[in-house]
């Protein structure tokens, strides 16, 4: 056998109890905005029949000891197989051999947990201060890791889910019950958007499920949902409207997700998207009133990938 | 662990003795030129301190049952350290589903092995028939494979090295010498060249290093080397020079390897290349006299990448 240790998820998740990465994450965003990664366009693997995607991530920090690739695919029809629709793996490498340190086949967990971190240090930044209630828009996976991710960092006292399916939209409420704080579900997305102070969408919506007349002053979006090129859930106005975009990678934001709509609409310039790193960091001013309206787009970098994949590979030496 | 199949090289190479692509690699080609085939352009990283660089190769034939990840890096000072310059690994994922079937840490070899039979069956296709010496142009891994292979499907009964370092060039003679054929060293490249029906090329030369006055008539050019933008081993002017230029993939030799080179000095048009697949199909006509000259470049398909990762899989069942 190879030295690259091998791990699949009922291995990774064991050693998941011993992990914050809350605080690494922050700073491999702060060096991304300051330019010390290099990280390649997305490449994409597209399929038809039966219909998939695949993202491949990939790149490193400068000075660190590794380069990661991450392969994440999605095949909706696996459901019909009793297949978990997202499959995958992390790899290390060293970054000064490329000798391949661990390969953690991970069915694309890792993945929905570092966005689920993300998205949460994400709206932290961006919320205003005492904000106890978060709406989570969508009832998939990404929606789960979101709630609980939100009550690591925030002070949250209410979660308010809304979901298209009301059989999913009830198994949603039911899988975070377990979490210490109210758990509610809502069936008027319009109502949810208006008396929310911090909204965090999670569909693999293609159309806006957002309209820009339902955002009220001093509201903050975390738009998880859309990576792709034609993914989309947000009224591109609402971009135009809020004082402050932040983008967890302008380059990347270019290419996909929310932004991607809104320079394509003309709702945003490009010299006014600030940079998710360069908030964390302080600098670039992130929200300076408590009326103003705020997004993060998040299309996931591949240094979140280089930050969990490392901390699981730490884990196991001190398991 | 998972339920997919980890295999290191050790493993990996003793199952290579059952394995025959010779044919597979040309019809991969084949489907590849016909358009059946989805191969993203190649993902890189480059390290400055140690250098090195990484390609990602990834695709999948419609209709296939894999989509395949290569992950090939060189890292030249591991030699100082006693670890292979090359590693990476192949890995196939189910095409229906995205589960992983095969991690094949390779060390990079089955790159080397899968561009060596892909250099045997262009040489053959092209050289004229009935040419008994073969010159191979570098005495590194890619000299050894194309060697090797070209004995597989060409009847050649002497091959000439040549390398710019003698000791190398000694060592790649000693290396050959169980081959059933005579095995000769040769210090002048233009003597060599001049005198060749049949040139492969396999350095990791930046300059040219084969000019274009020393290519006689007849003369059949593999260029095997170069499969970054900016490497480069023939003076550009050959493909002026030669009836017949053909790319493995003109997607990919439009951004690299020596077509690129001949591309951005005018020394060949975009609509005089055909393509490596087509030549194997008679799509696109080859050689047609003895006295016309022609260069294959090769840069390297995830097509190849695929064939040679399914034979090894495919090995692990019958074995």
């Known amino acids: ?45 597209l399929f038809a ?13 400068k000075g660190g000891s590794h380069y990661v ?8 029809n696996n459901r019909d197989h009793n297949v978990a629709p997202g499959q995958g793996m992390m790899i290390l490498f060293d970054i000064k051999t490329g000798v391949p340190r661990a390969v953690l086949i ?13 998205g949460a240090i994400a709206s932290k930044a961006m919320a205003n201060v ?16 979101q709630a609980r991710c939100l009550l690591d960092v925030m002070p949250i006292k209410e979660i308010c889910c809304w979901g298209r ?21 809502c069936s008027d997305l319009r109502e949810l958007t208006e008396r929310s102070q911090l909204v965090v969408t999670t569909t693999s919506a293609k159309e806006p499920i957002i309209d820009v007349e339902w955002i009220q002053p001093g ?28 983008a967890d ?25 600030l940079e998710l790193g360069d908030i964390f960091s302080g600098t670039a001013r992130g929200r300076t009133s408590m009326d103003q309206i705020s997004v993060v787009d998040l299309t996931g970098v591949a240094v979140q990938d280089l930050v969990i994949a490392e901390a699981v590979l730490k884990a196991t030496k001190s398991s």
């Open 1 to 45: 056998m190879s030295n690259a240790m091998v791990l699949d998820w009922s291995e990774i998740s064991d050693l998941l109890q011993s992990i914050d990465v809350y605080e690494p994450m922050k700073e491999a965003f702060i060096e991304y905005s300051l330019g010390h990664a290099e990280i390649p366009p997305v490449g994409e693997l």
């Open 49 to 61: 029949d039966p219909p998939g995607e695949v993202h491949i991530k990939y790149g490193y920090i």
């Open 69 to 76: 690739v991450k392969i994440a695919s999605g095949f909706a």
């Open 106 to 118: 991970d069915d694309a967990n890792l993945t929905d947990l570092r966005t689920g971190i993300a």
């Open 130 to 145: 005492g904000v106890e209630t978060a709406s989570i828009i969508g009832t998939g996976v990404q929606a789960r890791h």
């Open 165 to 185: 399916n009301a059989a999913r939209l009830d198994e949603l409420v039911q899988d975070l019950s377990d979490l210490d704080v109210r758990i509610t579900a």
């Open 219 to 246: 509201t903050h979006i975390t738009a998880v949902g859309s990576d792709t090129p034609d993914k989309c859930e947000l009224d591109p106005r609402i971009l135009d409207k809020a004082s402050i975009v932040v």
């Open 249 to 273: 990678s302008i380059a990347q934001n270019k290419e996909r997700g929310e932004i991607h709509q809104g320079l394509k609409q003309g709702t945003v310039k490009e010299e006014d998207i």
